[in-house]
């Protein structure tokens, strides 16, 4: 994490569980859409990673005016139905999980505002080391949430039953490396330098945990059939954009 003031972010899970939560809502409203690229889409900000030092984290791709000017032509061609949970998720990434663990510039190229509600009082006051472990907390709680909610209801697939599409689980887990790369040069290898106390290796395995909560539904998760509630999310474009009243809309 690199330097007391710019390491302040939520991690891989917690992104992500925050958009899946968001975008259950659009299953009421009849919507289908894939859940690897509601992830990768969640992922989309943090590829700053890779344009550093041209910009930094948390700049140009953590704002509100940079992603409108990338969704509203996006919109027009595809229309708000298929584009508009892909939209929430990547907006999740800044206007929910980086507000609450970071301080973003959710105005960048208008203003030099920055957003963050909790984390810049906690590294200022308590440092780095404190600082990170409260983004990690976060980020563990959001995946503890999602884990739980997966194994009580059924939701989730695993990745060998046959219910996500491949060439979308690839794009996902280029994007996860990509900005997982990036994230270690950047943050990891930089925080332990600056700081390699007892706290930060505590909040970095707590990280790791919370990652591996989150991939478990995934791995022994439901292979087939309905889950407890009847209800999952369908990929895209197996299902059409509208469901009839007497079918319910799924995602997987």
């Known amino acids: 994490m690199a330097g007391g003031a710019q ?3 939520m991690f891989f899970a917690g992104h992500m569980a925050v958009a899946y939560f968001l975008d ?23 590829m700053d990673f890779m344009l550093s030092p041209l910009f930094p984290h948390h700049s140009i791709t953590h704002s509100l005016t940079f992603w409108a000017a990338v969704y509203v032509p996006i ?18 990434h800044f206007l929910i ?13 208008l203003s030099d505002a920055r957003f963050g509600l909790v984390a810049p009082w906690v590294f200022k006051n308590y440092g780095l080391e404190y600082g990170a472990l409260y ?3 976060a980020d563990a709680a959001m995946a503890a949430a999602f884990a739980l909610f997966a194994f009580r209801t059924g939701s989730i697939r695993t990745v060998w039953s046959g ?15 990509l900005v997982f790369f990036g994230a270690a040069r950047a943050e990891v290898v930089a925080g332990l330098k600056q700081s390699p106390g007892t706290i930060l290796y505590v909040s970095y395995a707590v990280v790791a945990l919370a990652q591996l909560a989150f991939i478990l539904p995934f791995i022994i998760g439901r292979r ?16 059409p954009a509208t469901a009839s009243s007497s079918s319910k809309a799924t995602l997987r």
Do not use: C
């Open 7 to 9: 390491a302040q972010k």
């Open 24 to 46: 259950r809502a659009f299953l009421k409203k009849g919507a289908s859409f894939s859940l690897p690229l509601i992830f990768a889409a969640a992922m989309l900000p943090d």
């Open 75 to 92: 919109f027009a061609v595809f229309g708000w139905r298929r584009t508009v949970p892909y939209a929430v998720a990547t907006f999740s």
């Open 97 to 109: 999980g980086d507000v609450i663990t970071g301080n973003p510039p959710l105005l960048f190229g």
């Open 135 to 137: 983004q990690s907390l």
């Open 163 to 177: 219910a996500h599409n491949p060439w979308h689980v690839l794009a996902l887990a280029a994007i996860v490396a």
């Open 224 to 239: 087939a059939g309905s889950g407890e509630e009847g209800e999952e999310l369908e990929e895209e474009g197996r299902l």
